[in-house]
Nanobody
Framework: QVQLVESGGGLVQAGGSLRLSCAVSGRTVSIYCMGWFRQTPGKEREFVAA????????YYADSMKGRFTISRDNAKNTVFLQMNGLKPEDTAVYYC??????????????????WGQGTQVTVSS
């Protein structure tokens, strides 16, 4: 099994920045792709970004490109999401995710095998 623990959420003003971290533990050798989703009440979980564990290739939802940056540190089994230029509409619970499948299918929430517990990000206007 794989365990994911997020940290770094909080309250920030519009235009500000936050850095989310996700510590991955357990059978990490089985993980091929890691990333982030977000969810607001009444809406489906939305893909944010992904990174391949081996090569480091990155993938982003169109609305996050240029503002969010995903990275990973394999030595520490940690994946990061740097969020800049935050907007009130970025307010959501952010979930770390991991999959043994390739990153090309990662954007579909049903393809994710492992989830973190989520961390709240609130952007005030």
């Amino acid at each position: 099994q794989v365990q994911l623990v997020e940290s770094g959420g909080g309250l920030v003003q519009a235009g500000g920045s936050l850095r989310l971290s996700c510590a991955v533990s357990g059978r990490t050798v089985s993980i091929y792709c890691m990333g982030w989703f977000r969810q607001t009440p009444g809406k489906e979980r939305e893909f944010v970004a992904a990174v391949s564990r081996s090569v480091g290739s990155t993938y982003y939802a169109d609305s996050m490109k240029g503002r969010f940056t995903i990275s990973r540190d394999n030595a520490k089994n940690t994946v990061f999401l740097q969020m800049n230029g935050l907007k009130p509409e970025d307010t959501a619970v952010y979930y770390c995710a991991a999959s043994s499948r390739g990153c090309t299918t990662f954007s579909r929430a049903f393809a994710i095998e492992y989830w973190g517990q989520g961390t709240q990000v609130t952007v005030s206007s």
